[in-house]
């Protein structure tokens, strides 16, 4: 199994700026890409960024890019997810997810972003 455990979230002010992380454990050695979903209240939930394991190469949503950088540390096994000029409407719980070869998707518990105007 894999274990997630994501810290970072909390309270800003519209146009302010968070770091998410999310540190990965157990059969670490099978990870193929980390990433972020997100969930605002009443609605499903989205794609933000992943980066792959390997290559480093990295994926956004249209919504987030230029103003989001998602990065890894793997001596760590530790995905970041800087935000900034974050806006009220990004107010969502935000799910650190990890993919592997033989276990396929892991979902964190989520922390909260909450973007006061």
């Known amino acids: 199994q894999v274990q997630l455990a994501e810290s970072g979230g909390g309270l800003v002010l519209a146009g302010g700026s968070l770091r998410l992380s999310c540190a990965a454990s157990?059969?670490?050695?099978?990870?193929?890409?980390m990433g972020w979903y997100r969930q605002a209240p009443g609605q499903d939930r989205g794609f933000v960024a992943t980066i792959n394991w390997s290559g480093g190469s990295t994926k956004y949503a249209d919504s987030v890019k230029v103003r989001f950088t998602i990065s890894s540390d793997n001596a760590k096994n530790t995905v970041y997810l800087q935000m900034n000029s974050l806006k009220p409407e990004e107010t969502a719980i935000y799910y650190c997810?990890?993919?592997?070869?033989?276990?396929?998707?892991?979902w964190g518990q989520g922390t909260q972003v909450t973007v006061s105007s």
């Open positions: 997810i990890v993919d592997t070869r033989i276990l396929g998707r892991r």
């Open positions: 157990g059969m670490t050695g099978d990870m193929v890409a």
